[in-house]
């Protein structure tokens, strides 16, 4: 079946402005996680979804960043104001439920450059 | 805070040889440890979940360990091969959100 897919798979953006990341989760996966892999780093937790609602948002560094998932599918990261530290791959992953037993299965990810 | 440790950062090795990656994290209480191998500008593939009451998963040529109590875990590879070229991560998941936390990754180069 079709796994996480995220669009765009680049993003080439300036200083200052604002960027929207999608994410489409494995169809029936409640649970709805996005993290943030610089270089050479292993990825960090940002926001978790359970449903529509964001369950956890601790992650997130600072007002900037904001996500939301309207519908329990389909999740939109977005960046208001973006600085060249927010460049980075932001991976979006789904679970079939939040109960610490599933497997995370993770999309391609989006390339995000900050010029 | 949870903390991931991977050692060897970058291993090679020749075609065939069985190898094994080492993970350490801080705090036990953990639901689960996953890993998961990372392509050159890829996403990342999961390939063994072990739940916290087990001690070890297999899956084909590869075989992974969890010592919970002293916060390690093994992936051992077997006949290594070419493709297996790839990073390795580790991650742990905790929490009530079972979000996940990752080692920085093995680095892993098989040679003909």
Redesign the interface.
Known sequence: GAG?SQTPSNKVTEKGKYVELRCDPISGHT?L?W?RQSL??????LI?F?GTGA??DS?LPNDRFFAVRPEGSVSTLKIQRTERGDSAVY?C?S?AD????????????TRLTVL | KQEVTQIPAALSVPEGENLVLNCSFTDSAIYNLQWFRQDPGKGLTSLLLIQSSQREQTSGRLNASLDKSSGRSTLYIAASQPGDSATYLCAVSTGTASKLTFGTGTRLQVTL
């Open positions: 996480v649970a996680y993290y050479g780093q292993g990825p960090e937790f978790y359970q369950a956890d992650g991976l992953a679970s939040s109960g610490g037993t599933d497997t995370q299965y993770f999309g391609p990810g």
